[in-house]
Nanobody, 124 residues
């Protein structure tokens, strides 16, 4: 069983930055692909970014390319999402997810474990 705990959400003005963190329990983190998703009110949960188990490969949704950066620290069992140049349309609950059977994670929602989410609100 893996537990994922997100933190770092909050209220920020458009153009600002936030850094989300996701701490994972267990011994499988360094073998797991990790992803970030987000869900706005009334919408389905959508892919934001993902990173391979060793951190060498990253993937981004077109809507966040050039503004968001995903990274991980396997020594700390933590994955990060640095969000810059935030826009009101980035407002959503952000979820961390892990897939222990794949080092290179999918961009679909085929993950094994999910966090509880952290709210990000960007004001205009």
């Amino acid at each position: 069983q893996v537990q994922l705990v997100e933190s770092g959400g909050g209220l920020v003005q458009a153009g600002g930055s936030l850094r989300l963190s996701c701490a994972a329990s267990g011994r499988t983190f360094s073998r797991s692909g990790m992803g970030w998703f987000r869900q706005a009110p009334g919408e389905e949960r959508k892919f934001v970014a993902a990173i391979s188990c060793g951190g060498g490969s990253t993937y981004y949704a077109d809507s966040v390319k050039g503004r968001f950066t995903i990274s991980r620290d396997n020594a700390k069992n933590t994955v990060y999402l640095q969000m810059n140049s935030l826009k009101p349309e980035d407002t959503a609950v952000y979820y961390c997810a892990s897939i222990i059977t794949r080092c290179y994670p999918p961009t679909s929602r085929e993950y094994d474990y999910w966090g509880q989410g952290t709210q990000v609100t960007v004001s205009s």
